[in-house]
């Protein structure tokens, strides 16, 4: 009987635990639906693979991008999870309040609605919300200069966005480009594994005649840095000629 109740109360609490996982899991996945992430077409797929259910996916893939407009910091002389943790607060900081609005030289500011993905590339004043979009975007320009951003909401232009009050966070136009992308799950990435997935995908592109036109490598992230791991959306992404990619 003390084994029947013991084995009741473990499948019990495994249950629950299940439901609370999925639930977070669920909770996540709505907070994802709802951010605005940028508009591309697939050009062209590259290879294909299993997924962990069986099926078939390409192992990359190359898109057309939207022009956009981001919210970009600098980081010189930092490790690139530092510089992701600072470029998320500075940019957070901006779109949820530390900001402009516009026609006002100083006396009112406006929320950003968030996006996604917060991408990587190795006051007391009333403000305007800006609403969250994904993914928070990064890239590696050195071996220890980072840009980080968040792409605004495409509702924006450069006029009426609301301005920065952090001089460090630039407002930038980014054209229609072509980037050739490898997704996997899991946690955030450190700096090796970012290397080595781009590796992998350098290695796609040259198996199908595509040459990255440089060396800077972007890390997209889709999910907080609390989303459970396996449902977080990373990916490296290099940009191509469209040319070539298309062909």
């Known amino acids: 009987m003390a084994n029947g109740v013991a084995i009741g109360v473990g499948t019990a609490a495994g249950v629950a635990v299940a439901l609370v996982a999925a639930w977070h899991g669920l909770t996540y996945w709505e907070v994802d639906k709802k951010c605005e992430k940028p508009k591309y077409s697939i050009v062209r797929t590259l290879g294909s693979k299993k997924d962990w259910l069986g099926r078939v996916r390409p192992v990359a893939e190359i898109r057309r991008y939207a022009p956009v407009l981001v919210a970009e910091v600098t980081f010189e002389n930092m490790a690139m999870r530092e510089a992701l943790s600072n470029g998320f ?12 609005a516009p026609g006002n030289s100083t006396s009112s500011s406006s929320t950003v ?8 590339e190795s006051s007391p004043l009333p ?7 994904s993914p928070v975007t990064a890239e590696a320009v050195t071996a220890d200069t980072y840009k980080v951003s968040f792409i605004m909401p495409s ?4 006029e009426t966005l609301p301005k920065p009050v952090n001089d460090k966070v630039i407002i930038k136009e980014i ?10 799950s899991g946690r955030g990435p450190n700096q090796e594994e970012m290397d080595n997935k781009a590796n992998e995908l350098r290695a796609v592109l040259a198996k199908a005649g595509v040459k990255p036109l440089s060396s800077h490598v972007h890390l997209w992230q889709y999910h907080p840095p609390f989303a459970p791991s396996w449902m977080r959306r990373n990916e490296v992404l290099l940009e191509v000629n469209d040319d070539v990619a298309s062909s």
């Open 175 to 184: 054209p229609s480009r072509t980037l050739a992308a490898l997704t996997w």
């Open 127 to 133: 403000s305007e919300k800006i609403a969250m979009t």
């Open 155 to 158: 509702k924006y232009t450069k």
């Open 113 to 120: 609605a968030m996006t996604s993905p917060v991408t990587l």
């Open 89 to 100: 607060r500075a940019i957070a900081g901006f779109i949820f309040g530390k900001n402009i």
